[in-house]
């Protein structure tokens, strides 16, 4: 992949950043117009980690600009059995548990491990998003009551921003402080930072990427946000009117190039479509009569194609990622739909990253505590 100097307008300013341009994969110019893209799972991606690591819930993954692929996991949630050298007394040779957050490159070389609590800063009780921005800065968020706070890294693991504080969310109208943020996005044409907040709050809400400085936020349709909203029960959910307002949690955000904003509306089984500055254009429900509340709309990626012709949405409750078209909503494919912990299965899939080649990176929650890769093997006929 070519990775070039480019002058980016933020505003009416502009800023000299690093892009990534030209190899996509050929297959994907050379598709027809119903060709779809395939997959397969890479079991051996990844080398082991050293130092005797283990990892545990994986809240999130990403894939920067250079397409090394990073982790976010929950070191409090590895089960004794599995960290037995670090008990004291230790219990076993293996394991101790891996720093937070890790980065591999793209043949799954482990690179760097950094992450927890540090001076100057306050770390989250529940580790959840993660996203590295196009000036290689990390975000991380976490989706505890009180993860109330974004914190921004240097991919080496300096500190640099902190917006929000632990503790003092006062709603989905609060500018000041977050409420369990799920999903970060950082746009490079507007330099502006997309939250998906969250576990708690019921919005999206956008900050300066440099500053940390509010800048707006929205409910479903684009409607200001009412933590009063009742919903109905679940069977009544799945098949009366669309929901007012975005359940718990709004799950994850993504901007495509076309100046579009994703909003995973996850326990409501929609994603919603939105322009930049909050104006509602569409939506769409996947596999709606779902009654488990986990929903079905747990993550976002696209291909790596100029258009982003698809959408991948990660479904947790069917153990799938329904493939869109990204202008029609249509559901055209799927990976998986089948539960369990082997190569060609899901167990609790929970978030998914896309790298310039088309491959898959996916992470697992709760039992699943897994992260892996997914090959793009070209199109369909």
């Not at 937070?100 to 770390?123: H, I, S």
């Not at 402080?177 to 809400?205: C, M, Q, S, W």
Request: aromatic letters at 12%; glycine letters at 10%.
């Amino acid at each position: 992949m070519k990775r070039v100097k480019a002058w980016l307008a933020v505003g009416s300013a502009s800023v000299l950043a690093t892009i990534s341009v030209g190899s996509v994969p050929r297959a994907w110019a050379q598709a027809n117009k119903s060709s779809v893209p395939l997959f397969e799972p890479d079991p051996l991606w990844s080398q082991a980690l050293p130092n005797k690591w283990v990892t545990g819930q994986v809240g999130g993954v990403a894939v920067d600009s250079h397409d090394n692929v990073w982790v976010f996991h929950r070191p409090a949630t590895i089960p004794d059995g599995e960290k037995a050298a670090s008990l004291n007394p230790p219990q076993a040779e293996c394991c101790i548990p891996a720093p937070p957050v890790l980065e591999f490159d793209a043949k799954g070389k482990f690179l760097r491990a950094w992450g927890g609590p540090g001076q100057g800063y306050e770390w989250f009780t529940s580790e959840h998003g993660i996203f590295v921005d196009y000036k290689d800065n990390v975000w991380l968020s976490g989706n505890a009551k009180e993860d109330n706070q974004i914190l921004k890294f240097t991919a080496t693991g300096k500190f640099l921003m902190q917006i929000g504080r632990v503790g003092k969310n006062q709603g989905s109208n609060d500018t000041a402080n977050l409420g369990g943020p799920a999903g970060l996005f950082v746009y490079p044409k507007t330099n502006e930072l997309f939250v998906a907040d969250g576990y708690f709050n019921h919005r999206v809400i956008v900050f300066d990427a440099d500053t940390g400085a509010y800048k707006r936020h929205w409910g479903a349709y684009g409607k200001k946000p009412d933590d009063n909203l009742k919903f109905p029960p679940r069977a009544q959910l799945v098949q009366g009117p669309p929901p007012e307002g975005f359940n718990n949690p709004v799950h994850a955000v993504l901007v495509t190039n076309d100046d579009l904003v994703y909003v995973a509306d996850r326990s409501n089984n929609r994603l919603q479509v939105f322009k930049l500055d909050g104006t509602f254009v569409k939506e769409a429900f996947i596999a709606r009569n779902t009654l488990q509340s986990e929903g079905t709309v747990h993550g976002f990626a696209v291909s790596p194609d100029k258009e982003q012709k698809f959408l991948y949405v990660v479904d947790g409750s069917n153990k799938a990622i329904r493939i869109l078209n990204r202008q029609t909503l249509e559901v055209v494919s799927r990976v998986g739909g089948h539960a369990g912990h082997n190569a060609r299965e899901f167990f609790h899939i929970h978030s998914i990253a896309a790298d310039s080649k088309g491959n898959l990176f996916l992470g697992e929650v709760n039992n699943g505590q897994r992260y892996y890769k997914y090959a793009f093997k070209g199109m369909s006929k």
